[in-house]
């Protein structure tokens, strides 16, 4: 099993050196350092259910526990899948866990969709009353080949882009106030309902930041809400790397304003009687 990090592979985003070439995983994915930040309340039970785990290997030069895309993991579904990775690069590293203290772990990966396949799989071997996920630090950008492969911050611990106090985080409070000040500002629930959607708008016109943290509330509404958070900033990312630099996360929400009113759009405008009892809901049974 590989006892350190395997060279980044590069993807075929261009063809000639001048041109700027994607930096990805070995699994397909866009390279965007992340961080999961997990709370602790039994740190050996964590360290149980890694050890249980043949998709782990306990890396004593970092005091990482790595987790690798083999055994239980090679199931998991990626843009490159277990079985197209030559076996020369097999185990691949998808991620390294590391114990801040007692009570505080933390994974650095290096896509947002191996986020994703990670707060899920582990979910499902890490007791809930031992370890929790609480938020996500994550870098909202692309590097390139020609410029970037060579550098040590793009390997594992990811201390360069997470350890550090510049970073933006939400600040539910914050929010909070600024309503309550724009229903202060405004007489009238309709005034006061359209002045916090420009505010909100304004927000989502403004560009992301480069390194930001999201609060993850995975146990109260499932993944998809983060799902789509991350796919937003990646498709904002993607954007900005072809050069379309005034891309926005309000053109994504427009966008699907957009395409949501083209399929509403499509409905006659008039139903039969027969037509309309298919939009019925269906009957509730009790058992």
Known sequence: MPDKPLPIFIGAEAAHPEQKTLITTRTGEPYQPARVYYQVSNQKTVIGAFKKLRCMQFEPSLSSWRWLYDQEAKK????ISHHKIPKEHRPIVLGDFYFLSEHDLVLDIRS??????????????INRRAAQVAKIRIVNKFFDANTQKDEPYLHPPFDFFFDRGDIDA???D???KKMLDLAEEHEGEAAQRNAMLAYL????KRPLPEIEEIPV?????GISQLQMMLSMRTIEVMQHWRGNTSFRQYDIIRNMAESLMQQFSEFPEEFSEDESD???PPSVHHS
């Open 217 to 221: 509330y995975f146990y109260e509404d």
């Open 174 to 176: 914050e929010l909070e």
């Open 112 to 125: 947002f969709d191996r986020v994703i396949q990670a707060i899920l799989f582990f979910d499902k071997r």
């Open 170 to 172: 939400p600040n539910p």
């Open 278 to 280: 298919d939009l019925q």
């Open 201 to 204: 708008e304004e927000k989502n």
């Open 76 to 79: 998991l579904q990626f843009q």
